[in-house]
């Protein structure tokens, strides 16, 4: 969840316009992470489903089988938000070499420090701990990797080339790291597309979408991604036509009801145009919210910050942190979904969220200062 968590706000200015509903997305760049990594530290501590009359068990059970919707719906408001940028430095006059400044600054500040401590706690499960998770002896079907063959120097190299569950692995067992990777090209793709567009010429950047054939699940991917694209432009030809819907709340009742008909419906099997019917409806109850531009609740503002400050930092290690905690608590059986099982994944969870907001002060919080390092590496290279 980069997972994206990666697609954060435009730093374009918004020429004066503002919408309150950026602080609910915002929020909902939280609860996102959150229940992703909720999903996988369920699977990491708790042994698979048996039958039982308990409903709240049930329940427990059935939440923790979101961890993919997450994904497609981080999809949906990093569309929307890159979408923004690129259209806005499209309007002005569009260049690559900023526009991937500001870009691999986002992803790397993060990336390269995950991929750092993601290593580090994979070795340490390995080769100190002898983790029966990390070895497969649990048998959860979030981690079936070989970690320490994915740790190899070739891995690194292709999971900061960005292909990682393209042409190479998720490092150790980050197989989250998959989404990030997608992230990146839709950050090509997009412009590519839009600029081929625009100008009539093929953009020599339509070439990365040469991946789509190898890989078929990065294609389909972007179909979610660009319901957010789909989102900025219906939101701005609305604003402009002066045909936003009449009854707006109405719009935000009807499409939230959508939206959750389809995520309860997915949980009843595995459907081929899941993700696509997934991303169309979280992109309608977004533009819904857009449009209706509700007051922020002020219970809200505590999740929106941490959405917009730390939400990536969380998807990007909350996997390796869960997996060595998991490998460090529970022997080769993962826990029956008791008091002490249910305990240790909200402690589990908890103390992730707090470590994954440390994470992103010492790395996302530095972004602005490592875009303007970049910005200058990349202008003295230029003139010599």
């Known amino acids: 969840m980069t997972a994206s968590y990666a697609g954060g706000r435009s730093p374009e200015p918004r020429g004066g316009v503002s919408n309150d509903a950026y602080a609910y997305m915002d929020a909902c760049r939280f609860v996102l992470a959150v229940v992703v990594a909720f999903g996988h530290a369920w699977a990491l501590l708790i042994r698979d489903y048996q039958p039982t009359t308990d409903v709240a068990i049930q329940g427990f059970y059935f939440m923790a089988g979101f961890a993919h919707s997450g994904v497609v719906l981080f999809f949906v408001l990093s569309g929307y938000w890159i979408t923004r940028s690129v259209v806005g430095r499209a309007d002005r006059g569009w260049r690559w070499a900023p526009y991937l400044v500001d870009r691999l600054s986002r992803l790397m500040v993060v990336l390269i420090p995950t991929?750092?401590?993601?290593?580090?706690?994979?070795?340490?499960?390995?080769?100190?701990?002898?983790?029966?998770?990390?070895?497969?002896?649990?048998?959860?079907?979030?981690?079936?990797?070989?970690?320490?063959?994915?740790?190899?120097?070739?891995?690194?190299?292709?999971?900061?080339?960005?292909l990682q569950d393209i042409l190479v692995p998720p490092l150790g067992s980050n197989g989250p790291l998959?989404?990030?990777?997608?992230?990146?090209?839709?950050?090509?793709?997009?412009?590519?597309?839009?600029?081929?567009?625009?100008?009539?010429?093929?953009?020599?950047?339509?070439?990365?979408?040469?991946?789509?054939?190898?890989?078929?699940?990065?294609?389909?991917?972007?179909?979610?991604?660009?319901?957010?694209?789909?989102?900025?432009?219906?939101?701005?030809?609305?604003?402009?036509?002066?045909?936003?819907?009449?009854?707006?709340?109405?719009?935000?009742?009807?499409?939230?009801a959508a939206l959750t008909a389809v995520l309860l419906w997915g949980r009843t099997g595995d459907y081929p145009l899941e993700d696509p019917l997934l991303a169309m409806s979280f992109a309608l109850f977004l533009l819904a919210l857009l449009l209706r531009n509700p007051r922020a609740a002020p219970g809200v503002a505590p999740f929106a910050r941490y959405g917009a400050r730390a939400s990536f930092s969380l998807y990007a290690i909350h996997f390796p942190v869960m997996a060595f905690a998991a490998g460090a608590l529970i022997g080769p059986a993962r826990l029956a979904p008791d008091a002490k099982g249910l305990t240790l994944v909200a402690l589990t969870l908890t103390a992730t969220i707090g470590v994954a907001w440390v994470f992103a002060g010492l790395t996302e919080a530095r972004t602005s200062r490592v875009r303007a390092w970049a910005t200058a590496k990349v202008g003295k290279a230029r003139h010599g």
């Not at 706690?121 to 070895?135: E, I, K, Q, W």
């Not at 953009?203 to 979610?224: E, K, M």
């Not at 402009?240 to 939230?256: H, I």
């Open 178 to 256: 998959w989404s990030l990777a997608y992230e990146f090209w839709y950050y090509i793709w997009f412009p590519a597309a839009l600029l081929t567009f625009r100008r009539r010429v093929p953009s020599a950047a339509l070439a990365a979408f040469a991946l789509a054939w190898f890989v078929p699940a990065l294609a389909l991917g972007f179909v979610s991604w660009l319901c957010g694209s789909a989102v900025f432009y219906a939101e701005r030809h609305l604003g402009r036509s002066g045909r936003q819907p009449s009854l707006r709340k109405r719009f935000v009742a009807l499409s939230l």
């Open 115 to 162: 991929l750092i401590l993601g290593g580090a706690l994979d070795a340490v499960a390995v080769a100190v701990l002898d983790s029966p998770t990390h070895r497969g002896i649990t048998d959860t079907f979030v981690l079936r990797a070989d970690v320490w063959a994915n740790l190899a120097p070739w891995v690194i190299a292709g999971n900061l080339a960005f």
